[in-house]
């Protein structure tokens, strides 16, 4: 099976972060990897995520946390409904996320499957908030100052349940 490389469109490399919605599953991609990073959060529904030659069922409140090496794609799961926000980020811009954050990057490099958590209350009505501000602030200088300011909260809420866990 092909599997595709993405980049990162050249409109979103100044803004160093770029943003995606999903409505169902015939939006996603097939087989791929890319040269960035990538946290998707699933608004509703389930699928199945294939992701380093194992499935895994993601459902609504899932947030997956993508490395450039991880090969993945996205099956259906009994005609569920679903939906997935995705933003694709850059290394650099991973980088400084963790030296602002003070966690070890191998919290999220080390593992063979990518980090998954589940994010229910409080929490997922601040991500889903945070996700759709990076939509609504315009590609370049300006998104990437919004993102800056919100990619500590994403990697303070990863890590801290991935050590919890």
């Known amino acids: 099976m092909e599997i595709i490389q993405w980049t990162l469109p050249d409109c979103e490399k100044e803004s160093g972060a770029g943003y995606a919605f999903n409505a169902n599953i015939r939006e996603t991609s097939p087989l791929h990897t890319h040269n960035f990073y990538e946290i998707f959060?699933?608004?509703?529904?389930?699928?199945?995520?294939?992701?380093?030659?194992?499935?895994?069922v993601v459902s609504s409140g899932a947030c997956v946390f993508i490395r450039p090496w991880d090969v993945h794609s996205y099956d259906s799961l009994n005609y569920s409904e679903f939906q997935m926000t995705?933003?694709?980020?850059?290394?650099?811009?991973?980088?400084?996320?963790?030296?602002?954050?003070?966690?070890?990057?191998?919290?999220?490099?080390?593992?063979g499957l990518p980090p998954h958590i589940m994010l229910n209350g409080y929490e997922k009505t601040e991500f889903e908030n945070k996700l759709k501000g990076i939509e609504s602030h315009a590609k370049g200088i300006e998104r990437k100052r919004y993102f800056r300011s919100v990619f500590p909260f994403f990697i303070y809420l990863i890590c801290n349940k991935i050590r919890r866990a």
């Open 86 to 111: 995705s933003v694709g980020f850059t290394c650099e811009e991973m980088e400084e996320g963790f030296r602002w954050s003070q966690f070890p990057p191998a919290m999220i490099t080390e593992p």
């Open 41 to 56: 959060y699933v608004n509703k529904g389930k699928a199945i995520h294939c992701v380093n030659g194992e499935r895994i």
